[in-house]
């Protein structure tokens, strides 16, 4: 089945510094790549998805790329603030359901 | 109120005793999930269901099963509790018509004495 690798499980940075995440999929017949956010106490949310037709989505401060060949996809968040102090899940789909990469906890230091 | 509610928010429990979860949507979806939290393993799919007639097992789903009583109703229940179910367990809806958007409830956390 598929199986989904995120590196780093822990990433500190100062306020204003900009936060990458990444992640590997194994499943190459995977279209779909969403990034959850989850804040303390909360259910994961959607933050950002990429399908594969594209390289590269932004949205305001978050933006997500994709390299299909090499079957890797990463976060990117400029400017971080203390809000996005959070767990962030990289997912793939596989035959309808999402397979989720392990969480990184990001702390955001003023 | 939320889209999607879980049932209970906490609760402890002791070894062998059996705890159903529940987990009820207004959002009108077809596809109901239940997946479970651990620290480090991040979220694992435990059952899923793509309308009320279908039940499927996904990653995990030793030691639970479930029952999907209608569009809105899906619980999730554990016959024999064990101490290595100690988790956050997560219900999560989307819409019919391929992989999108899934919409979480704010967990149950369940802890096996």
């Known amino acids: 089945g598929e199986n989904v690798e995120q590196h780093p499980s822990t990433l500190s940075v100062q306020e204003g510094d900009s936060a990458v995440i990444k992640c590997t999929y194994s499943?190459?017949?995977?279209?779909?790549f969403p990034w959850y956010k989850q804040e303390l106490g909360k259910g994961p949310q959607l933050i950002i998805d990429?399908?594969?037709?594209?390289g590269e989505k932004k949205d305001q401060r978050i933006a997500v790329t994709l390299n299909k060949t090499a079957k890797h996809f990463s976060l990117h968040i400029t400017e971080t603030q203390p809000e996005d102090s959070a767990v962030y899940f990289c997912?793939?789909?596989?035959?309808?359901?999402?397979?989720f990469g392990a969480g990184t906890q990001v702390v955001v230091t003023p | 109120d939320a889209d999607v509610t879980q049932t209970p928010r906490n609760r402890i429990t002791k070894t062998g005793k059996r705890i159903m979860l529940e987990c009820s949507q207004t959002?009108?979806?077809?596809?109901m999930y239940w997946y479970r939290q651990d620290p480090g393993l991040g979220l694992r799919l435990i059952y899923y269901?793509?309308?009320?007639?279908?039940?499927n097992k996904g990653e995990i789903s030793d030691g639970y099963s479930v029952s999907r009583q209608a569009q809105a109703k899906f619980s999730l229940s554990l016959e024999s509790a064990i101490p290595n179910q100690t988790a956050l367990y997560f219900c999560?809806?989307?819409?019919?018509?391929?992989?999108?958007?899934?919409?979480f409830g704010e967990g149950s956390r369940l802890t096996v004495l």
């Open positions: 999560a809806t989307s819409g019919q018509g391929g992989t999108g958007e899934l919409f």
């Open positions: 499943d190459s017949a995977s279209n779909y």
């Open positions: 990429i399908r594969s037709n594209v």
């Open positions: 997912a793939s789909d596989s035959w309808g359901k999402l397979q």
């Open positions: 959002k009108g979806h077809d596809r």
């Open positions: 269901s793509f309308d009320v007639k279908d039940i």
